[in-house]
C-alpha cells in the first residue's frame, strides 16, 4: 500500500492510466482509508477541468494590455 507522499507522487500516471495495475491497486487501497488524499485527488482532477476552461476563453484586450505593462514595469525594476 502506497503512503500519502507516493500517492500523491503517482497521481499523474494514475489519471492519465499509465500506471501498473498492481501500483494502481496500492493508490486505491491507500484512498480508500485516507479522505485527505481523496480530497486531493478530487481537487487536482477539478483544477485540471477549470484550467482546460480557462484555456478556452479569451482575456479582454484591455486587461491583456494592462496585464503586459503590469509584468513589464516588475521585470524593469529587477
Partial sequence: MFNCKESIDSLLPFLEGEMSPEDE??????LNGCPPCVEFVNTYRATSGLCRKALVKSMPPEVAGRL?????SKLETK
Avoid at 68 to 72: F, N, Q
Fill in 25 to 30: 491497486e496500492h493508490l486505491r487501497q491507500h
Fill in 68 to 72: 503586459r505593462a503590469y509584468l513589464r
